[in-house]
């Protein structure tokens, strides 16, 4: 009996690892397939604007994001002062958008997950009505309190210095925002064709439908 049970605890022992080693190994083999996107904006420049909203959603409808790790950086050239104060090219009201969606990065880390919210504060602030980001939480029925907890306790302005740290790291550095880097390459002023970069880069076996033909 007590042999018996031991067997029994061995063979299923052993099928536990296997079907764990399956698991993890084709999760890390999609990870590590997956190329790398980076987008270093700000959240009021009219350029960044125009590629979140009219280029960076194709994206999730074509299938690429499935093949692709992006990541947003709302940072771009910002200054930081000696006295800890940062100083963003679009005044402050853009320093309080890019503390807004470091916050909601930061508060929905997978991609699919920010992605419509940092949309739709785009969307208005291509309006000029970037002081009704609030309502893109009614609107995606998203509950506001991991976001605004964020800003009051100072962990956005945190944020945004990794941000900064990361942005000015970039070697190549960046000439301007938006600025695309697919997998460590700079797309410069090609940019708005990142899907052929994407696509070029991928080395996985299943490419999207929006690879074909290119
Ligand atoms: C930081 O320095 C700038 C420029 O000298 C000044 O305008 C600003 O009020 C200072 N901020 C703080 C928090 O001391
Ligand atoms: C995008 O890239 C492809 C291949 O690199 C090139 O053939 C095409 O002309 C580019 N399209 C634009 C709009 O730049």
């Given at each position: 009996m007590g042999a018996h049970l031991r067997r029994s605890n061995v063979v299923l022992f052993l099928i536990v690892s296997l079907v764990a080693t399956l698991v993890t190994s084709s999760l890390s083999q999609v990870g590590e397939d997956k190329v790398k996107l980076n987008l270093y904006y700000e959240s009021l420049c009219p350029n960044s604007e125009d590629f979140i909203i009219n280029?960076?959603?194709?994206m999730f409808n074509n299938g690429l994001i499935d093949i692709v790790d992006l990541k947003l950086s709302p940072y771009g050239n910002a200054g930081l002062l000696d006295n800890g104060t940062i100083v963003c090219q679009h005044e402050e009201p853009e320093c309080k958008l890019n503390t807004v969606e470091a916050c909601a990065i930061n508060a929905w880390p997978v991609v699919t997950d920010h992605f419509p919210f940092i949309y739709c504060v785009e969307a208005l602030a291509e309006q000029?009505?970037?002081?009704?980001?609030?309502?893109c939480f009614e609107n995606l029925k998203l509950d506001p309190n991991p976001v605004t907890e964020c800003i009051i306790s100072g962990r956005g302005y945190k944020l945004k210095l990794e941000y900064a740290d990361e942005i000015r790291a970039l070697n190549p550095p960046?000439?301007?925002?938006?600025w695309v880097v697919v997998d460590g390459q700079p797309l410069l002023d090609?940019?708005?064709?990142?899907t052929s970069y994407v696509c070029k880069a991928y080395k996985g076996p299943n490419p999207p439908q929006a690879c074909r033909g290119l």
């Open positions: 280029y960076l959603p194709k000029s009505k970037y002081d009704e980001w609030e309502t960046n000439l301007y925002v938006p090609d940019y708005k064709n990142f």
